[in-house]
C-alpha cells in the first residue's frame, strides 16, 4: 500500500440523498498511516502459545498489545494487518522451541 497519500477520497456522495459525506476509508487509513514509518510498527511474528493467548512482535522484538490476545478474536485481524514477510509460530506441547508454520496453516 502506497503510505505516502491516501488512496481513498476524502468525502463521497451518499447516493440517497446526494449529501456529500466523510468518507470512511479515507478516516481510516489516515489514522492509521498518519505517523511517519519510523512512527509505525510492523508486525514481524505471531506466537500462539499452547493456551492460545497470541503474542506479536515488531520488526525490533518489541511486543504490539493491539494485536495480543486470545488466538480466535485475533488471528482475523493479525492476518489482514500483517506483511508477507510476517512469521508465524506455535508452541509445541511440551517443547521449548517454536514451530514455524505457514500463514494459511496459522
Known sequence: MNTSKNPHPEFSVDEISGIQV???GHKIWTKDHKAGK???RVIKSA???QNGMVL???EKGEQIPKYQG???KVKPHI???SPPSAVFSHAVDGETELETVPREEW
Open 47 to 49: 506466537l500462539k502459545a
Open 79 to 81: 492476518l489482514e494487518q
Open 22 to 24: 466523510p468518507d470512511i
Open 38 to 40: 519510523k512512527d509505525r
Open 56 to 58: 506479536v512482535f515488531d
Open 70 to 72: 486470545q488466538y480466535e
